[in-house]
């Protein structure tokens, strides 16, 4: 399709359209039927070729024809239906993107992230159908001024074929829309937990002017589970978040040592209770405890005294299904109440958990000690 220059009688100066100048008497350019019919059918055969039923109401057909077209073309392997994009990954070793706060007298902070990680996160080709996946690398990024005393929630998605990092305010409890994005710079809403196009990657808290922002960051991984294999003796912790609503823990000894015991138990006592449950060949049932220990004492996986003994355990816990609490909250719930028994407010059900490096803030994961293991084996899920 062209201008039509074969047309004397259209009218055009240097072979464009020109309007109608009535002060040098200038005649307007004309629209021959056959052009003007010809690019209307030149578009309405793009968006048949996008499936779509032509629409002289809407004005947005076009660009949609044109996502689909390309979706099945040379990236057709690469397009899926939206729900069945993976979920954001960020490529470090603990699926974490380092954010850091700076603190400004005259509003709430700022937060910034650097350069040079991965993330992989999905990208609409078709509006609200049809997605696929992309991986970029961050450039150095930094907010702008936060409110004082607010709730943000930093997120990523791909807008306009890049990579783009905006802050959202909300809170922990926010639905994901119906588009699966946020808004950019949105007074609220932005809590939601990572869809396959709009990643969160940390709940940003901000207190008076002056102070630094607190930053907890969330994980991000195609499957939140984890698996690992430790030996020896030392500590390993285990991933949480704010938006998790609910954990399962498998430790299993598969390999014992033959002249010593293995151990697994919480980093530190102080929480009276876990619905506690193993199997061992010298117990004729498994071990289970729902409502508490005898004394406060360090939550145990398995430590049974018994050498060449294989062990499985496992432990989950949950979230407060009356206050909406995200399993994150609840613990820091329980340490604000001191509460001395597992069910004394039906906040967590059958891990114990109470004493920690750093009791006012889980981010750094739940520390599990392990003493002489041989190949032992840790699976962990988190359920959001």
Same mark, same amino acid.
């Given at each position: 399709?062209?201008?039509?220059?074969?047309?004397p009688?259209?009218?055009?100066v240097?072979?464009?359209?020109?309007?109608?100048?009535?002060l040098?008497?200038?005649?307007?350019?004309?629209?021959?039927?056959?052009?003007g019919?010809?690019?209307?059918?030149?578009i309405?055969?793009?968006?048949?070729?996008?499936?779509?039923?032509?629409?002289?109401?809407? &004005?947005?057909?076009l660009?949609?024809?044109?996502?689909?077209?390309?979706?099945?073309?040379w &990236?057709?392997?690469?397009?899926?239906?939206?729900?069945?994009?993976?979920l954001?990954?960020i490529?470090?070793?603990?699926?974490?993107?380092?954010v850091?706060?700076t603190?400004?007298?005259t509003?709430?902070g700022?937060?910034?992230?650097?350069?040079?990680v991965?993330?992989?996160?999905?990208?609409?080709?078709?509006?609200?159908?049809?997605?696929?996946?992309?991986?970029?690398m961050?450039?150095?990024?930094?907010?702008?001024?936060?409110?004082p005393?607010?709730?943000?929630?930093?997120r990523?998605?791909v807008?306009?074929?890049?990579?783009? /990092?905006?802050?959202?305010?909300?809170s922990?409890?926010?639905p994901?829309?119906?588009?699966?994005?946020?808004t950019v710079?949105?007074?609220?809403g932005?809590g /939601?937990?990572?869809?396959?196009?709009?990643m969160?990657?940390?709940?940003?808290?901000?207190?008076?002017?002056?102070?630094?922002?607190t930053?907890?960051?969330i994980?991000?991984?195609?499957?939140l589970?984890?698996?690992?294999?430790?030996n020896?003796?030392?500590?390993?912790y285990?991933p949480?978040?704010?938006?998790?609503?609910a954990?399962?823990?498998?430790a299993?000894?598969?390999?014992?040592?033959? &002249?010593?015991?293995?151990s697994?138990a919480f980093?530190?006592?102080?929480?009276v209770g876990?619905?506690?449950?193993?199997?061992?060949?010298?117990?004729t049932?498994p071990?289970n405890n729902a409502?508490?220990?005898?004394?406060?004492?360090?939550?145990v996986? /398995?430590?049974n &005294?018994?050498?060449s003994?294989?062990?499985?355990?496992?432990?989950t816990?949950s /979230?407060?299904?009356?206050?909406?609490r995200?399993?994150?909250?609840?613990?820091?719930?329980?340490?604000t109440?001191g509460?001395t028994?597992?069910?004394?407010?039906?906040?967590l059900l059958?891990?114990?958990?109470?004493?920690?490096?750093a009791?006012?803030?889980?981010?750094?994961?739940?520390?599990?000690?392990f003493?002489?293991?041989?190949?032992?084996h840790?699976s962990?899920?988190?359920?959001?």
């Open positions: 399709m062209d201008y039509p220059k074969s047309v009688s259209a009218g055009l240097n072979g464009k359209f020109v309007d109608e100048n009535p040098t008497g200038t005649p307007g350019s004309l629209i021959p039927a056959d052009w019919n010809g690019v209307t059918q030149e309405v055969n793009v968006i048949k070729a996008g499936d779509l039923t032509p629409d002289e109401t809407r &004005n947005d057909q660009l949609a024809a044109i996502q689909s077209v390309t979706a099945k073309g &990236n057709q392997d690469l397009a899926l239906p939206i729900a069945a994009l993976p954001p990954t490529a470090t070793p603990d699926a974490r993107m380092a850091t706060p603190a400004l007298s509003s709430g700022r937060v910034s992230i650097p350069a040079g991965y993330i992989s996160i999905g990208q609409e080709v078709v509006s609200g159908r049809l997605g696929r996946s992309r991986t970029f961050t450039t150095a990024w930094s907010s702008a001024d936060l409110l005393s607010a709730s943000y929630f930093l990523a998605q807008i306009g074929d890049a990579l783009t /990092f905006y802050m959202q305010r909300g922990l409890y926010d994901a829309p119906e588009s699966m994005k946020g710079n949105g007074a609220s932005g /939601f937990a990572s869809t396959p196009l709009d969160c990657l940390a709940w940003v808290i901000t207190g008076a002017p002056g102070s630094l922002p930053i907890r960051t994980y991000n991984r195609a499957q589970s984890w698996t690992q294999t430790v020896g003796t030392g500590v390993v285990l949480l978040d704010p938006h998790a609503r954990a399962r823990l498998v299993g000894n598969p390999t014992p040592v033959s &002249n010593t015991v293995t697994l980093v530190q006592a102080g929480w876990g619905n506690y449950s193993y199997l061992s060949p010298v117990a049932t071990g409502a508490g220990w005898a004394s406060p004492s360090m939550c996986l /398995f430590s &005294n018994v050498v003994d294989v062990t499985v355990s496992t432990v816990a /979230f407060d299904h009356t206050q909406l995200s399993l994150w909250q609840c613990y820091q719930a329980e340490h109440l509460a028994t597992a069910d004394s407010d039906e906040l059958s891990m114990g958990i109470k004493g920690h490096q009791l006012t803030d889980y981010s750094v994961g739940i520390g599990i000690n003493t002489n293991a041989v190949n032992v840790l962990w899920e988190l359920i959001r």
